[in-house]
């Protein structure tokens, strides 16, 4: 089992910059290969980024690239999601997950989730 737990989300005006965290615990955490994703108002769970377990592999949604960062600190057990220039399309609950296979865009092949942190930006 691996348990995950998001913070970092909040209020922030449009053009402003928030950083994630997820802490996971639990069984060779370190060897997951973790995402995030988002879900909007009345959307479905999209993804964001994803990050291989060595953090040598990286992988974003076209909407975030240039602005959002994944990264991985191992020895910490954490994983961090940098998102700068934030957009009013950005607002959603945002999601930490795990699995054990190779990096996913799929949430659906995601074995472990975090209860979200919710990202507002306003225009």
């Known amino acids: 089992q691996v348990q995950l737990v998001e913070s970092g989300g909040g209020l922030v005006q449009a053009g402003g910059s928030l950083r994630l965290s997820c802490a996971a615990s639990g069984r060779t955490s370190s060897y997951y290969r973790m995402a995030w994703f988002r879900q909007g108002p009345e959307k479905e769970r999209e993804f964001v980024a994803a990050?291989?377990?060595?953090?040598?592999?990286?992988y974003k949604t076209d909407s975030v690239k240039g602005r959002f960062t994944i990264s991985r600190d191992n020895a910490k057990s954490t994983v961090y999601l940098q998102m700068n220039s934030l957009k009013p399309e950005d607002t959603a609950v945002y999601y930490c997950?795990?699995?054990?296979?190779?990096?996913?865009?799929?949430?659906?092949?995601?074995?472990?989730w975090g209860q979200g942190t919710q990202v507002t930006v306003s225009s």
């Open positions: 997950a795990a699995r054990a296979g190779l990096a996913s865009r799929s949430p659906a092949e995601y074995g472990y």
């Open positions: 990050i291989s377990w060595r953090g040598d592999s990286t």
